[in-house]
């Protein structure tokens, strides 16, 4: 099985919707499955700014 993890944001406008369902359809036909996704904060940068929260998604190719 191979898995792959993907920053896909943490706010989705009207069209950013239609553009992650246009993500999972080519990673599907790249062979993954959507298995889940989770939310978790990222530091800023260098540690020094502010962490900033973002969703990842979890694909899985078996």
Known sequence: ME???EAIGAEFS???IK??????TSQSQS???????FQAQQ?????IGSP???YFAIYVKE
């Open 14 to 16: 009207n069209s950013d």
């Open 3 to 5: 898995y792959k993890i």
């Open 31 to 37: 062979g993954y499955k959507l298995h889940s996704v």
């Open 52 to 54: 900033t929260i973002t």
């Open 43 to 47: 530091p800023g940068c260098l540690g």
């Open 19 to 24: 553009t992650l369902g246009n993500l999972f």
